[in-house]
C-alpha cells in the first residue's frame, strides 16, 4: 500500500491507495480532526481494495485555523458554516478524483462528516454506497436563545437533509453508533433512519449500534462499515 500526500481540487489532501484498487473511499472527517486521524481510524479497508481519500475541512488540519469553538456565542453557526464548506469541498475533490483515478466511488463520513455526507446525499451526491459513523442528518439542537444570523444555517435548521429523502436517490446507507455517545445521541441518528425509512428500498437502509461505545469510531464498526462497502460493490 502506497500513501501519497497530494492537491486536489487546490486542497491537502491525503491518499492510501492499494496496489490494485477496486474503489475509491471519500472520507470526511468530524470537527476537531484532520485527514491523518480520520484515515486512521479505517483499519484493513485499504488491505481489501478500497482506495482512502481525505483532505481537511476548512479551519482544519494544514489549512487556516483554528476550528469553531465551544466558548464562540456564534459556535453553532460556525460548526455549520465549516459542514456547508465542507460539502462545497467535497463535491470539487470528489469530481477531481473519479477523473484522475477513474474508480468508482465510495463516501463515509464520521461525526460532522457523517452530517456532511448526508448534505451531499440529498442533494444528489451519487456514491457506491455511503457509511455515517457516530452522526446523523439532523444539526445538533440549539442553545437557548441562541439566534441564527446566517440564513444558509438558517435553512439546515429549516430542512435539514433527513427531512429530504427523496433526493438521496436509495443509495445504500449504514449508520453505526454507540449506545453512549453524548455528542451525537443514538436517539438523533434513530430518528434519521426513521425520517429516511419510507424514501428507502428494502435492504438500502441499515444501522448498526455498538453497545457501551462513545462518541468513537471503534474498530467494530470500521469491520461493519467494510463489510456493508463490499456488499454493494461494483456488480452489486
Known amino acids: 500500500m502506497r500513501e501519497e500526500r497530494l492537491r486536489l481540487a487546490g486542497l491537502p ?28 481510524l479505517l483499519p484493513g479497508y485499504a488491505e481489501r481494495g478500497f482506495a482512502l481519500l481525505a483532505f481537511d475541512a476548512p479551519r482544519h488540519g494544514e489549512r487556516e485555523g483554528p476550528p469553531p469553538s465551544a466558548k464562540s456565542p456564534r459556535y453553532v453557526e460556525e460548526v455549520y458554516q465549516v459542514a456547508l464548506g465542507f460539502k462545497e469541498e467535497a463535491l470539487r475533490v470528489a469530481e477531481e478524483a473519479e477523473r484522475r483515478f477513474g474508480l468508482p466511488l465510495y463516501l463515509a463520513g464520521g461525526s460532522l462528516g457523517a452530517f456532511v455526507a448526508h448534505l451531499l446525499l440529498s442533494q444528489g451526491f451519487r456514491p457506491r454506497a455511503a457509511l ?53 445521541p443514538l436517539e438523533r441518528m434513530e430518528k434519521t433512519v426513521e425520517a429516511l425509512r419510507p424514501h428507502y428500498p428494502e435492504g438500502r437502509l441499515a444501522r448498526f449500534v455498538e453497545e457501551g461505545a462513545g462518541h468513537t469510531i471503534t474498530p467494530l464498526m470500521a469491520r461493519v462499515g467494510l463489510a456493508f462497502l463490499e456488499a454493494w460493490g461494483e456488480g452489486a
Open 13 to 40: 489532501a491525503l491518499l492510501k491507495r492499494p496496489e490494485n484498487p477496486k474503489g475509491l473511499l471519500l472520507v470526511l472527517h468530524g470537527l476537531q480532526g484532520s485527514k491523518e486521524h480520520i484515515l486512521g
Open 132 to 184: 455515517a459513523f457516530i452522526g446523523s442528518g439532523f444539526p445538533m439542537k440549539l442553545p437557548k436563545g441562541q439566534v441564527l444570523e446566517d440564513p444558509r444555517v438558517q435553512a439546515l435548521y429549516e430542512a435539514p437533509p433527513a427531512l429530504r429523502g427523496a433526493g438521496y436517490g436509495g443509495v445504500p446507507l449504514l449508520h453505526l453508533h454507540g449506545t453512549k455517545d453524548l455528542i451525537v
